[in-house]
């Protein structure tokens, strides 16, 4: 290992910084040992088009998360325990198969908690032919000097900036502390990447995209995040504004201000915020978004 930070002994991964011993058994927040569990790697055709192409994103679906947050789409592995163990030498060669499948990019979903392995199994793809760019695509809960120690065999950052409002961010993903991280993580990961680069398809070689998901009722937070990423960035970025936001089973019992989709009117008003403000580097999402055909089937392909 290069750094220090990048141990499963007391873990030190992400901003929670449990100090846990996962070489020993113990678990912290995102509920992870030692070992990498993953349930799914795949062509996935749903991101931004400069990621996914007509080709695709060569997608790693890993299990845990750091973050609690109550609306997850994908709960079912982030908490909900799906995940099939390996070793970092079969996740090297998982992303030199989804390189063979003609993915435009290895695409890392939720990988902050297996970094060690991540870095380990990175160096070893790379040295046997990986030449596709590498994206990390969290959350947004980070610690910028763990993104430090991956410096170098990152060439895409695909974060969210989910709140703005420490409230929000204790009542929906149980960390107040969420947006002051996700405004540090982001200025590492913007130093790293610096201005965004593509290749002669339009495919996004070098660069960050900030995602922000749209829950209802909570437009005003969602321009203030925006206004900071303009103000703060500029051009340097591009911001993705996501209207598919989905219900899942029983939200309504304890969170009933999230039993709904985002109607249009709603979503409107956040886009023409940004627009007013000048963002021009960006991506919308049509209407009908909102449905479970973003969530893709956990069932082990290519694991």
């Known amino acids: 290992m290069t750094n220090l930070l990048l141990s499963y002994e007391k873990c030190r991964l992400c901003p929670r910084k449990c100090g846990v011993n996962r070489a020993q058994g113990e678990k912290g927040v995102c509920g992870a040992g030692d070992q990498i569990t993953a349930a799914r790697a795949a062509l996935h055709m749903w991101e931004e088009p400069c990621?996914?192409?007509?080709?695709?994103?060569?997608?790693?679906?890993?299990?845990?998360?750091?973050?609690?947050?109550?609306?997850?789409?994908?709960?079912?592995?982030?908490?909900?325990?799906?995940?099939?163990?390996?070793?970092?030498?079969?996740?090297?060669?998982?992303?030199?198969?989804?390189?063979?499948?003609?993915?435009?990019?290895?695409?890392?979903?939720?990988?902050?908690?297996?970094?060690?392995?991540?870095?380990?199994?990175?160096?070893?793809?790379?040295?046997?032919?990986?030449?596709?760019?590498?994206?990390?695509?969290?959350?947004g809960y980070e610690d910028p000097e763990v993104l430090k120690a991956m410096e170098g065999l990152i060439d895409i950052y695909l974060p969210d900036f989910k709140y703005m409002d420490p409230a929000l961010a204790l009542r929906y993903s149980r960390c107040a502390?969420?947006?002051?991280?996700?405004?540090?993580?982001?200025?590492?990961?913007?130093?790293?990447?610096?201005?965004?680069?593509?290749?002669?398809?339009?495919?996004?070689?070098?660069?960050?995209?900030?995602r922000h998901l749209l829950l209802p009722g909570c437009g005003k937070d969602s321009k203030k995040i925006i206004r900071y990423l303009h103000e703060t960035y500029g051009d340097r970025i591009y911001l993705s504004l996501?209207?598919?936001?989905?219900?899942?089973?029983?939200?309504?019992?304890?969170y009933p201000e999230l039993a709904r989709e985002i109607d249009e009117k709603e979503y409107d008003r956040v886009v023409s915020f940004a627009l007013r403000l000048g963002v021009e580097n960006g991506f919308i999402q049509e209407g009908g978004t909102a449905r479970e055909s973003f969530i893709p089937a956990f069932d082990y392909e290519g694991i």
């Open 51 to 139: 990621i996914s192409g007509e080709e695709g994103s060569g997608t790693v679906f890993f299990s845990g998360c750091s973050l609690g947050c109550v609306y997850c789409q994908n709960g079912s592995i982030s908490h909900g325990g799906a995940g099939k163990v390996i070793d970092p030498g079969r996740l090297s060669e998982i992303f030199l198969e989804l390189q063979e499948k003609g993915a435009n990019n290895i695409n890392l979903v939720t990988a902050t908690h297996f970094l060690p392995s991540v870095y380990e199994a990175l160096v070893r793809a790379k040295e046997e032919g990986l030449v596709i760019p590498v994206l990390y695509n969290s959350g």
């Open 177 to 210: 502390d969420y947006p002051e991280w996700a405004k540090v993580s982001l200025a590492e990961m913007v130093r790293q990447t610096g201005t965004p680069s593509f290749d002669e398809r339009g495919r996004m070689r070098r660069g960050v995209i900030v």
């Open 242 to 254: 996501m209207r598919q936001y989905t219900p899942m089973a029983g939200i309504g019992e304890k």
